[in-house]
Nanobody, 113 residues
């Protein structure tokens, strides 16, 4: 069973950028869909972006045009490039496969001036 470790979060000012990484414990080549999710304080966890093995992506309306999900199967890593960050992007970000079987600790992203 593959598990994932998120990293790359931190404190950034509005308008700034961060790149999150999701390192898998094993090969992700056979995982058809990978996704990034986030949970803000007091809110439910929501899907941010997904990517298929063929490179097809889908984004939540709130992040369209600002976030980019990608995957490097050779490195067993999934990325989330976040640009033009807004305070409302503040959340703990998680990655996972689809179907989801569990959650890791995530990585905290705080957007504040």
């Amino acid at each position: 069973q593959v598990h994932f470790v998120e990293s790359g979060g931190g404190l950034v000012q509005p308008g700034g950028s961060l790149r999150l990484s999701c390192a898998a414990s094993g090969s992700i080549s056979s995982i058809y869909v990978m996704g990034w999710y986030r949970q803000a304080p007091g809110k439910q966890r929501e899907r941010v972006a997904i990517i298929t093995g063929g490179g097809v992506t889908n984004y939540a309306d709130a992040v369209k045009g600002r976030f980019t999900i990608s995957r490097d199967n050779a490195k067993n890593t999934v990325y989330l490039q976040m640009n033009s960050l807004k305070p409302e992007d503040t959340a703990v970000y998680y990655c996972n496969a689809v179907p989801i079987t569990g959650w890791g600790q995530g990585t905290q992203v705080t957007v504040s001036s």
